[in-house]
């Protein structure tokens, strides 16, 4: 007995449905929404700004803040709490560690761009789908990118190494355990920002998952792609 | 060999390859990565020669010495003013700076400009830790009375000046208003009739909306003439000031 089929009819190398869109909230300087499956992001950019407390400044470029919240309502089971907490706290830096390697921040010494993620809605996968949608916030307030960063999950149920995990797979129970692994990928570069794990893989479906992951990020990279160009090729 | 994959003034994002090969250069918002040429940022693809640049979307204002700007007076200071800018960083206009006239050592500031007034200032000088200065010595700077303040997208405020300042003179021709339009995306207007000023914001949005968009004056002007009711006769303007 094998993971023979996935619970939700997906093929194995399948991600949820993706939708992407820009310019989302109007008071931000830039803003985007991303929404894989049942898990919705919307990160909102603002600034470059003045940034306080003084000793925090970098004079040599801009800082980057991310602030991940999962929203009261949003989770599967019980209310989470609001304000922050440890998980989030860790989710916000991992999400500006694996954004800061694309951004070029020099023009903007002395400053702070500050990222809001916010995710009214999370079924597995709410840090990629944060960072998906950070990234195309970013793109929209007109910073200096190399890149889009592009950020999906990958892992292994049972037998069978699957991308873009939901919250009933993550708690699958079998004998071989699940093993869940966020990444976040350049799809030009090819270069990896994020690189989590929780479970237990051998290396050898750890390298065959990368590479299913590799080729979803360059699907979820059109998407994102087809998005900011939507915006301005609409009318 | 090489060759080019986008088109004159298409809207590419970050990481899209725009050229293939050595035969084209990277200019501004591009980067070279191996043999290709990428975007760096969401913009407008401008073919130089063989120089590929993009023309920026979207971005907050980055101050450049020589540009006129709209800025508001936040604090008064020992020896001057320290003014918001739009942009990440403050003014300082200082006071052998602030006005022609003479300022006895020990005056009360406040009696030049007060906190919350809006200036038209010039950035004299611009630091590498983006420290600016702000002058008011110049034809047309000066400080703003009354009026309304509109924010719009920096890299458009090329589009709402248009050439030689053909768009802004033919907004103030339509609606009889004042209007001053900052480098740093404040533009302030002003005019007797408030349905007037009312028009020249929306023109103004309307612009900001179509920048993209070639051919703008003539789709401005025929809207223009269909809400004012009157034929608009261009004529150049140096400066937008």
Request: hydrophobic share 40%; net charge positive; charged share 25%.
């Amino acid at each position: 007995m094998g993971y023979d089929k996935r619970l939700d009819g997906r093929k194995f190398d399948e991600t949820r449905p993706i939708e992407a869109k820009v310019g989302v909230i109007k008071n931000a300087d830039g803003s985007g929404w991303f929404r894989i499956g049942k898990s919705t992001a919307y990160a909102a950019v603002y600034g470059p700004k003045n940034l306080y407390p003084k000793f925090l400044a970098n004079p040599k470029r801009g800082v980057l803040r991310c602030h991940y919240n999962m929203m009261p309502f949003s989770g599967m089971g019980n209310r989470v709490r609001p304000g922050t907490n440890r998980r989030a706290k860790e989710i916000s830096m991992v999400t500006a560690n694996a954004l800061l390697p694309i951004l070029d921040l020099s023009d903007f010494p002395n400053s702070v761009v500050d990222v809001y993620i916010e995710l009214p809605e999370t079924d597995a996968g709410s840090r990629c789908a944060g960072i998906c949608a950070a990234s195309l916030a970013l793109a929209d307030a007109g910073f200096l990118m190399k890149d889009l960063a592009c950020s999906v999950a990958v892992g292994k149920v049972d037998d069978k190494v699957v991308v873009d995990l939901d919250y009933a797979e993550e708690a699958y129970e079998c004998d071989a355990g699940v093993a869940d692994i966020p990444l976040c990928i350049f799809p030009q570069s090819k270069k990896i920002s994020l690189l989590q794990m929780d479970g237990i893989l051998s290396p050898e479906s750890l390298k065959e998952a990368m590479e299913a992951g590799m080729i979803a990020a360059e699907k979820i990279y059109d998407i994102q792609k087809a998005a900011l160009k939507a915006k301005y090729e609409g009318d | 060999m090489g060759n080019i994959l986008v088109k004159e003034k298409q809207i590419v994002v970050p990481g899209e390859i725009l050229a293939k090969g050595m035969d084209y250069l990277p200019g501004i918002g591009t980067y070279r990565e191996g043999e290709n040429i990428h975007a760096a940022r969401v913009g407008l693809t401008y073919i130089d020669g063989r120089a590929l640049k993009l023309i920026p979307l979207a971005g907050k204002y980055q101050p450049k010495k020589g540009d006129t700007i709209i800025a508001k007076v936040k604090d008064i200071m020992f020896s001057g003013w320290s003014c918001t800018t739009n942009s990440a960083y403050q003014a300082m206009m200082n006071v052998k700076d602030a006005t022609s006239e003479f300022i006895p050592r020990g005056a009360d500031l406040s009696q030049i400009y007060q906190i919350g007034d809006y200036v038209v200032g010039k950035i004299v000088t611009v630091t590498s830790q983006k420290l600016i200065d702000l002058s008011m010595k110049g034809p047309g700077l000066r400080r703003l009375h009354g009026g309304r303040i509109v924010y719009v997208t920096p890299s458009k405020v090329p589009r709402i000046i248009g050439k030689k300042g053909s768009m802004v003179s033919m907004i103030k021709q339509a609606t009889g208003c004042k209007i001053i339009v900052g480098q740093n995306g404040m533009i302030w207007l002003s005019g007797e009739e408030p349905k007037n000023v009312l028009l020249a914001v929306k023109t103004i949005e309307m612009i900001e909306s179509k920048a993209h968009i070639s051919g703008l004056t003539d789709i401005i002007k025929q809207w223009l003439e269909k809400e004012t009711g009157q034929k608009i006769i261009p004529k150049g303007d140096e400066n937008g000031l």
